[in-house]
């Protein structure tokens, strides 16, 4: 399981430097769809061509998200921004416990299928730390 996670916060950085913007009229209908379907409050849409996936850079009112689709329409895996109060109580519990003195800066949840990433940005006088967390409060990824 910990390999499985490990593979999907690596696929979640993998493949940012392979973009290309396009315009909404070149992306596919079924992913337009499919957006339109699921994110229907969505402004400020920009998409690109990442590999063979079609991603959405958009906000659902003050909140940033990013989205990824396979040229059928599918979701591949969702990120959005949620503030500190949102994390699992797990999660919470971890960083009270191991990460005091730091402030939380940044929160990003990432869903793909069934699993839920949380990368947590942290900051004190001349440090700052990314970490990653899954549900439970476990470290998956850590990056400085």
Known sequence: MKKRLLLAVAMLFSGLTYAQDIPAKDVPVAVRN????????ATKVEWELKGDLYNADFDIG????????????SIVKHKKE????????AVLNVIKKNYSGYRIDDVDQFEEG?????????????EE????FDAK???VNRIL
């Open 137 to 139: 409060g476990n470290v």
């Open 129 to 132: 730390k990314k970490v990653v």
């Open 82 to 89: 949620i503030t500190s109060k949102e994390l699992p109580a």
């Open 62 to 73: 003050r909140r940033d998200h990013e989205v990824w689709f396979t040229n059928k329409g």
């Open 114 to 126: 069934k699993v839920f990433l949380y990368k947590v940005e942290f900051k004190k006088i001349g």
């Open 34 to 41: 499919s957006f339109q379907k699921v994110f229907p409050n």
